[in-house]
């Protein structure tokens, strides 16, 4: 049983920090890439980061790019977002999710994706 469990979100202010936890289990995911998504209320499931689990290489919307940032750490098989220089336009549930398309595209959409957490709330107050 795949299983993937965010943790990390809370209450920041604006220009704070948080880091995001995903920890994944319930099969291999060498081939998968990984993304975390955000929803704020009224507003459709946006990407904001992606990485190749294989390679590392990661993706970033322009909305975050020098803000946030993904990783991965094999051993403990989690990814984790780190966010920077928040703001309350970045205020929504943040998903982490895995898509099996292997290394060579980075997937955008949340329809591309398999497997899914519960989400965690960040909240940013001005």
């Known amino acids: 049983q795949v299983q993937l469990v965010e943790s990390g979100g809370g209450l920041v202010q604006t220009g704070g920090s948080l880091r995001l936890s995903c920890a994944a289990s319930?099969?291999?995911?060498?081939?998968?890439?990984m993304g975390w998504f955000r929803q704020a209320p009224g507003k459709e499931r946006e990407v904001v980061a992606v990485i190749f689990w294989s390679n590392g290489r990661t993706y970033y919307p322009d909305s975050v790019k020098g803000r946030f940032t993904i990783s991965r750490d094999k051993a403990k098989n989690s990814v984790y977002l780190q966010m920077n220089s928040l703001t309350p336009e970045d205020t929504a549930v943040y998903f982490c999710?895995?898509?099996?398309?292997?290394?060579?595209?980075?997937?955008?959409?949340?329809?591309?994706?398999?497997?899914w957490g519960q989400g965690t709330q960040v909240t940013v107050s001005s």
């Open positions: 999710a895995a898509s099996n398309v292997g290394s060579w595209y980075f997937p955008r959409q949340a329809s591309e994706y398999d497997y």
């Open positions: 319930g099969r291999s995911f060498s081939t998968y890439a």
